[in-house]
């Protein structure tokens, strides 16, 4: 039969290991929040930059409002030989990305 100071260690214990594993969590939560807000800014980035190259390509857009850009994107992007370029420039950065792996 355990002893009530064998007892009171033992509380002692888990409630010592129950702060350790309180503190790996929060850290876990930390790291994950990180890579989550590095995720987010590299996507701002990306969608920056690409806006900022759509606008030098075709300073006209910049006339457009929001709802009108959306509209004429997806029109653009619905033209066969429009898919059929992504397509290609799709394909073409697979292939350069498998030669990279090899």
Not at 64 to 77: C, G, H, N, P
């Amino acid at each position: 039969m355990p002893t009530t100071e064998k007892l009171k260690q033992e509380i002692a214990d888990a409630e010592k290991k129950l702060a350790q594993e309180r503190s790996r969590l929060q850290r876990l939560q930390n790291r994950k929040s990180y890579y989550e807000k590095g995720d987010r800014k590299k996507r701002a980035h990306r969608l920056i930059t690409r806006g900022a190259a759509v606008e030098s390509i075709a300073p006209l857009v910049k006339a457009l409002s929001e709802t009108e850009f959306y509209a004429f994107t997806e029109k653009v992007f619905t033209l066969p030989e429009v898919r059929a370029l992504l397509m290609e420039a799709v394909n073409t950065h697979n292939q350069e990305s498998q030669k990279g792996k090899g």
